[in-house]
């Protein structure tokens, strides 16, 4: 059984830094892609940062130059990078990933974690 573990999530004050970690566990061969979404109240779930195998990243215009996403392969983990944050990054954060079992590619969702941007 594989899960995803988010933590990190918070109350901060605009202007400043989070940082969220996802750590995979159970039976995993290999992970691929692996990304972040958020969901404000009464939005849609968008996806905001992802990242490859290889380690090239993309990102929603929104987050450009603020948020960044490392992963650390060694420890089947995925982090965001939140800096310079604003009221409207508040949102519950997920991450997701596609992970290799031994039998065949399954893609899963954290459980989500609240950041709350506000003076």
């Known amino acids: 059984q594989v899960q995803l573990v988010e933590s990190g999530g918070g109350l901060v004050q605009p202007g400043g830094s989070l940082r969220l970690s996802c750590a995979a566990s159970?039976?995993?061969?290999?992970?691929?892609?692996m990304g972040w979404y958020r969901q404000a109240a009464g939005n849609e779930r968008d996806l905001i940062a992802n990242?490859?195998?290889?380690?090239?990243?993309k990102y929603e215009d929104s987050v450009k130059g603020r948020f960044t996403i490392p992963r650390d392969n060694a420890k089947n983990t995925v982090y965001l990078q939140m800096n310079n944050l604003k009221p409207e990054d508040t949102a519950v954060y997920y991450c997701?990933?596609?992970?290799?079992?031994?039998?065949?590619?399954?893609?899963?969702w954290g459980q989500g974690t609240q950041v709350t941007v506000s003076s």
């Open positions: 159970g039976t995993i061969f290999s992970i691929g892609y």
């Open positions: 990242i490859t195998t290889s380690g090239s990243t």
């Open positions: 997701n990933a596609n992970i290799w079992s031994g039998s065949r590619w399954s893609n899963h």
